[in-house]
């Protein structure tokens, strides 16, 4: 059993800064990739940032610049610093993760964290 649990969603005002963690528990042998994806309501969720195990790194275009994912492959953890946060930051963020458990590679979300910017 894999258990991916973000923290660190909260209420802002524009401008600031929140930083969002992500930690994997359960019976990981090793985590490829790692990411975070977000949720307006009635938009899909897009990907925000990934980060592979070798440490090469994606970022939407909305989000470089204001946005660093970084992970602590030893503690199974990923994070996702943002600043100059924007009301349309505004979603749900999802922790994403493939994990190997044994020899089988699964993908697993995280239940979501919530983020508000106000104006």
């Known amino acids: 059993q894999v258990q991916l649990v973000e923290s660190g969603g909260g209420l802002v005002q524009a401008g600031g800064s929140l930083r969002l963690s992500c930690a994997a528990s359960g019976s990981i042998l090793s985590i490829n990739n790692m990411a975070w994806y977000r949720q307006a309501p009635g938009k899909q969720r897009e990907l925000v940032a990934l980060?592979?195990?070798?440490?090469?790194?994606n970022y939407v275009d909305s989000v470089k610049g204001r946005f660093t994912i970084s992970r602590d492959n030893a503690k199974n953890t990923v994070y996702l610093q943002m600043n100059s946060l924007k009301s349309e930051d505004t979603a749900v963020y999802y922790c994403?993760?493939?994990?190997?458990?044994?020899?089988?590679?699964?993908?697993?979300w995280g239940q979501g964290t919530q983020v508000t910017v106000s104006s």
């Open positions: 980060i592979s195990r070798g440490g090469r790194i």
């Open positions: 994403n993760a493939d994990i190997y458990v044994l020899s089988t590679l699964t993908n697993y």
